[in-house]
């Protein structure tokens, strides 16, 4: 008899995005005539900048001839991607990181899921509330969670609540805690770290002998000359960071698929007899033993993100798309609502007017406007009384949106 792994049996049932597919239907079968704008989920609309395309065609081509035709390629990736991004993404800014420090593959929500494999299973978990799902998912599936309370919350992880009165930035845990995940600018709630707020993190992270997990999805947004872009910006971060970045959101790649992880040499976990161990050869051993390499295709393509046509096309992209944050923006507050984020990040994030749930207050938003957002619980406990909008809409769709919850919406 095949037993179930039962960790799995103790997720909450992944509701949030089928409940919102569910409450738009039947807004749609009763109202036919109303047009309703998503700004709801957190995929790009724009195409892929022409220089990928191009690199792309390229590598097509090479594949067609047996002299460039290329198979497995190296399970961290081609060295000519990962020389790219350490040139560009960690050279030209300070940081030093090498080649064999950098793991190319096919998603930031593959490696942030798959990291919390090189741990061990009693490892205390902290996590930013709310958050991106997959670092709690991930680890409840291992089995490192516990159980769930009447409060919604796991008993084994530490929820560090990030809400308006903390100026959405997490408070360092109150308890040993052996790895955090800090996601920043973070989604949901389009908040940055400053300088200083990170590197009070890697300071308490080296004080501790903790991992900090540190999703730099969003990088890219960062407008703001305080806010670090890389956590190697932090002086001693080496010794307790593993960073993750996306093309995703950069490049338009959430459906090409290329990410990358760092993992630095200096890095060290310890065994049960307290010796250490080397996390860059851990993951090293993980990836080589479970993934096969992101496509050579796919990398020809996300190397093209750094030619000089291809840097200032996704600077474009990247303006784009904060154009349409700042009209979300200045449009909400022109409404009368509070609102957040969307300075160093393509995510607003709106406090409910009037006390309403997150719920209520997409349900007020979907009738009278006929604009769907995500309500902010369903990324944990203090999204609560939250709710978020992306900057990833088309600009016309976003200018439509804004103006009919100016003009609709009763406040
Ligand atoms: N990390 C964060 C914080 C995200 O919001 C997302 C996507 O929404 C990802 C990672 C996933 O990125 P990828 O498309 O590279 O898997």
């Not at 978990?125 to 680890?139: E, G, K, Q, R």
């Not at 760092?262 to 860059?280: I, S, T, W």
């Not at 203090?382 to 088309?394: K, N, P, Q, V």
Request: aromatic share 10%; proline share 6%; charged share 25%.
């Amino acid at each position: 008899m095949a037993r179930v792994n039962e960790h799995y049996l103790k997720l909450k049932a992944s509701y949030l995005f089928s409940e919102i597919a569910r409450r738009v239907k039947a807004f749609q079968a009763a109202h036919p005539e109303a047009k309703t704008i998503r700004l709801g989920i957190g995929d790009v609309t724009q195409p892929l900048p022409p220089a990928v395309i191009a690199a792309l065609h390229g590598a097509v081509n090479d594949m067609a001839h047996a002299e460039t035709f290329r198979g497995y390629g190296p399970e961290p990736g081609y060295e000519f991607l990962a020389e790219l991004i350490a040139a560009h993404d960690y050279a030209s800014r300070g940081v030093k990181v090498a080649v064999d420090e950098i793991f190319v593959s096919d998603g930031a929500k593959s490696d942030t899921g798959n990291i919390q494999e090189i741990f061990s299973l009693d490892s205390a978990v902290a996590l930013t509330d709310p958050v991106y799902p997959v670092y709690l998912d991930s680890n409840v599936m291992a089995g490192r969670a516990g159980e769930v309370g009447d409060d919604g919350r796991y008993d084994r992880v530490v929820y560090l609540p990030c809400v308006a009165e903390n100026g959405f930035e997490p408070p360092l845990p109150d308890r040993p805690v052996d790895l955090v995940y800090l996601c920043f600018p973070n989604n949901p709630t389009g908040a940055v770290l400053s300088r200083a707020a990170l590197g009070r993190w890697v300071h308490w992270a080296r004080h501790h002998g903790a991992v900090l997990l540190y999703d730099a999805a969003y990088e890219a947004y960062i407008r703001e000359n305080d806010v670090p872009h890389s956590i190697y910006e932090i002086e001693g971060a080496r010794e307790v960071a593993i960073e993750f970045r996306s093309f995703s959101k950069t490049a338009g790649f959430t459906g090409t698929r290329c990410a990358f992880t760092v993992v630095p040499k200096d890095l060290q976990g310890h065994d049960a007899r307290g010796r250490p161990v080397g996390l860059n050869a851990l993951w090293l051993r993980r990836q080589s033993t479970k993934f096969n390499g992101a496509p050579y295709v796919v990398q020809r393509g996300a190397a093209a993100v750094y030619t000089d046509a291809g840097k200032s096309q996704v600077r474009a992209l990247v303006d784009y798309y904060m154009d349409n944050a700042r009209i979300i923006r200045e449009g909400l507050q022109a409404a009368g609502l509070t609102v957040f984020g969307g300075r160093n990040a393509p995510y607003i994030w709106v406090r409910t007017p009037d006390g309403l749930s997150s719920w209520d207050f997409f349900d007020k938003l979907l009738a009278e406007a006929h604009v769907v957002g995500t309500p902010g619980s369903g990324f944990g406990p203090s999204g609560e009384g939250y709710f978020r909008l992306t900057a990833f809409g088309r600009r016309d769709q976003t200018e439509e949106a804004v103006e009919r919850i100016k003009t609709r919406l009763a406040l």
